[in-house]
């Protein structure tokens, strides 16, 4: 069975752009997490898409935002990029509970953001 | 789990030998615990995790242990080989809570 799959691996931005980042979760599974991993914060959650519809949402500003589609797949996108912005960018699967439950997530390798 | 900032905690271990990584949380409510370890360009994988009922569980080489009273959790690692060396995570959660993850020690292990 494949794991997640995230696309692409390694993406260079300049401030101001908008980017979109891909997530194709294991097969069957329908909870889409997405997290944000910087030395500084560690891994923060930014929002949990399931039947597509965002369950869950953490604290980030509204230039975040994501979808998911009917087979599962997830995208996010990041607006008007900031400096800031530059990190791993991982997305995680799960069978249906997501985050908030105990079932396990499984994380895709992540997209590396660079904004300049 | 905390997070510890900019600097990773890094544990240098000579391989065969046993690594400990230990964490603090600071949620006296939460009720699962969970270790992933992150190697280099990857993603982090589940290892093994464990219930608040529970103070000990064991996998293939390596032990959680939990201290609710001190809000602890530590990861054992026996005969450690240089396929460890990686950033080991631990992470917990309060029933309906989103999983909160700590900041991450750095295991860098020694021929």
């Known amino acids: 069975k494949a794991g997640v799959t995230q696309t692409p691996r390694y993406l260079i931005k300049t401030r101001g752009q908008q980017v979109t980042l891909s997530c194709s979760p294991i097969?069957?599974?329908?909870?889409v997490s997405w997290y944000q991993q910087t030395p500084g914060q560690g891994l923060q959650f930014l929002f949990e898409?399931?039947?597509?519809?965002?369950?869950n949402k953490g604290n980030f500003p509204g230039r975040f935002s994501g979808r998911q589609f009917s087979n599962s797949r997830s995208e996010m996108n990041v607006s008007t990029l900031e400096l800031g912005d530059s990190a791993l960018y991982l997305c995680?699967?799960?069978?249906?509970?997501?985050?908030?439950?105990?079932?396990?997530?499984?994380f895709g390798s992540g997209t590396q953001l660079s904004v300049l | 789990g905390e997070s510890v900032g900019l600097h990773l905690p890094t544990l240098s271990v000579q391989e065969g030998d046993n690594s400990i990584i230990n964490c603090a949380y600071s949620?006296?409510?939460?009720?699962?615990f969970i270790w992933y370890k992150q190697e280099s360009g990857k993603g982090p994988q589940f290892i093994i995790d464990?219930?608040?009922?529970?103070d000990k569980r064991q996998g293939q080489r390596v032990t959680v242990l939990l201290n609710k009273t001190v809000k602890h959790l530590s990861l054992q690692i026996a005969a450690t080989q240089p396929g460890d060396s990686a950033v080991y995570f631990c992470?917990?959660?309060?029933?309906?809570?989103?999983?909160?993850f700590g900041g991450g020690t750095r295991v860098l292990v020694k021929p």
């Open positions: 995680a699967s799960s069978l249906e509970g997501g985050p908030n439950t105990n079932e396990k997530l499984f």
């Open positions: 097969s069957g599974h329908r909870s």
């Open positions: 898409y399931f039947s597509e519809t965002q369950r």
């Open positions: 949620n006296s409510a939460s009720d699962y």
């Open positions: 464990i219930r608040s009922n529970m």
């Open positions: 992470a917990d959660k309060a029933a309906g809570n989103k999983l909160t």
